[in-house]
């Protein structure tokens, strides 16, 4: 079944429901939005000529046309290819190739930079931009019937952020996003009608795929006037439109919470707050569950996976009571009721309760393959099973701890010692804002631990003394930094996830140019 089944439904059973809003003044009604998709499907397929199955591209910042956009792909039996708006042109371009994209809908802030980027690298793909008057013309097309697809037909071609080498595109069928919005009924929200999802991240990714629960329950879609993710902003839409529901990277998780903090805002407004894409540490969590009460849902996912791995509820991150409490909140929860995880050795053998091996998971949910690349398909899904490259361990009741990606273990004098277990202490002191550790080379001991620390505002007399006696009360001497450099801001990729590489790529160029930073 087309996803796209999802917004047609919804226009029948609530058409005069409110279905886009513009920060709090509404746009369309679930009727209007399906009409705009039907029409904008029906231009692309008989107007463009476009086949079932061709890819197009959207590159665009968070907008009121991005939903009409990326359902009216769908609707016409196309592939959406999610391109993160923050990408530079040349980037994008890279991907709009890679991908065969036959039309990129394009926000009129990029087209400027992305159109004779496009023409330097020999493509010619048209762009469709909103409020042009191309587009005018495509969302009062004749509009066309959803367009059927079998399930396991491709619709979502996500590319992933490319940290280590260019990006890789995940294969994601209409069977896969299925059974992550039921994964996102059973383990995430239930969601009622009177739910606003609002789009402060980037709907290229999981803010994006987590509209279609919503879509499906007939609820408000909320698109920021900023278009993006400002806590004031936020704040002031939970008073005037109520019942805000968002998924948000960990870093946006403690600014909203900061602010909430400072401003001694009523948090009443928001409903559910879903946070992954990376680590939210044990004592971040616990402000935030103190700040602004139990509305908060951790979920861990891949793009190879969607946001469907294991899900940490808002009962157990709720539940202090619990004598495992402690233990609980530091993990990632148990598997979504759609997959199978396990934690396995080399071998792909499963681990005892607690012991430490790479997780992998199977299910309705993982992709098929990476785009045009048999090679890293065949070395990221063995026998069924997805090799997340995540390390882990999970307990006797299932729930998965995360101690760090494989490539990021730290081997010092024969112990492995997991970045996350030193950030996680680290993070406790209260003058520290943001942390990430990794190895360096160490001809002693093979690596040795490195911590690069952002401190709050008025905490720059805190030193590496300070920090040192911190972790030596709190864990083993040789897990213990052994190096602390101050940052003002640790690199982020588009989706705010912390970049390793380039930390090691700074600690090479200190190296290189034989500038300690309080060295322990």
């Given at each position: ?21 513009v ?5 369309h ?96 793909v ?45 294969m ?24 606003a999802?609002?789009?402060a ?47 948000a ?6 600014r909203?919470?900061?602010?909430v ?12 707050i ?31 996976s969607?946001?469907t ?11 202090r ?33 607690d ?15 990476y ?15 997805l090799w ?15 101690k ?27 003058a ?15 690596e ?23 972790c ?49």
């Amino acid at each position: 079944m087309n996803l796209a089944h999802i917004l047609a439904r919804s226009a029948r059973t609530f058409p005069e429901r409110p279905a886009l809003l513009v920060g709090d003044r509404q746009l369309h009604t679930y009727a209007a939005l399906a009409a705009r998709s039907a029409r904008l499907a029906g231009y692309l397929r008989q107007n463009l000529g476009l086949e079932a199955g061709e890819r197009v591209a959207i590159y665009m910042s968070n907008c009121a046309e991005y939903l009409e956009c990326l359902y009216g792909i769908l609707w016409a039996g196309l592939v959406v290819v999610p391109i993160n708006a923050k990408l530079h042109p040349r980037e994008a371009a890279w991907i709009v190739g890679n991908a065969g994209a036959r039309l990129v809908c394009v926000s009129a802030d990029l087209a400027g930079e992305l159109a004779p980027v496009l023409h330097d690298e020999g493509g010619v793909v048209p762009l469709l931009v909103p409020g042009d008057g191309h587009y005018l013309r495509a969302v009062t097309a004749l509009a066309i019937p959803v367009q059927e697809r079998t399930p396991d037909a491709l619709a979502w071609l996500f590319y992933t952020s490319g940290t280590t080498g260019q990006p890789k595109g995940v294969m994601l069928s209409h069977r896969n996003l299925q059974t992550m919005t039921a994964c996102f009924f059973t383990d995430v929200d239930p969601v009622a009608r009177d739910d606003a999802a609002v789009y402060a991240a980037p709907l290229s990714h999981g803010a994006g795929l987590y509209s279609f629960p919503y879509m499906l329950r007939g609820c408000r879609h909320v698109i920021p006037e900023s278009g993006g993710f400002e806590p004031d902003e936020l704040i002031a839409l939970s008073r005037s439109v109520g019942r805000l529901c968002l998924f948000a990277a960990p870093t946006m998780v403690r600014r909203l919470v900061d602010r909430v903090q400072r401003s001694g805002a009523d948090p009443s407004g928001f409903q559910t707050i879903v946070y992954g894409g990376g680590p939210m540490y044990a004592d971040d969590i616990r402000i935030a569950l103190h700040a602004m009460g139990p509305r908060f849902v951790q979920i861990y996912g891949q793009g190879e996976s969607p946001m469907t791995i294991t899900a940490l509820s808002r009962e157990v991150l709720a539940n202090r009571a619990d004598p495992d409490w402690a233990s609980r909140v530091a993990s990632v929860g148990v598997a979504q009721a759609l997959a199978e995880v396990r934690i396995v050795d080399v071998e792909g053998r499963s681990l005892a309760s607690d012991e430490v091996g790479e997780v992998v998971v199977r299910g309705d949910a993982v992709m098929s393959g990476y785009w045009r690349n048999p090679a890293a398909s065949a070395a990221t899904l063995r026998d069924g099973w997805l090799w997340t490259g995540d390390m882990g361990s999970m307990d006797s009741h299932g729930f998965v701890t995360l101690k760090d990606r494989s490539k990021d273990l730290i081997i010092s004098g024969g112990s492995n010692i997991y970045p996350r277990e030193v950030e996680e202490v680290l993070i406790a002191h209260p003058a520290v804002r943001e942390v990430s550790v990794i190895g360096r080379r160490d001809e002693d001991w093979g690596e040795s631990v490195v911590a690069f620390v952002v401190l709050e505002e008025g905490s720059r007399g805190v030193g590496a003394d300070e920090l040192d006696r911190h972790c030596l009360d709190r864990m083993a001497r040789f897990k213990r930094p052994k190096e602390y450099r101050f940052v003002d801001a640790l690199p982020k990729n588009n989706y705010g996830k912390v970049l390793k590489t380039s930390l090691r790529r700074l600690l090479l160029e200190a190296q290189a140019g034989c500038i300690p930073d309080q060295a322990k």
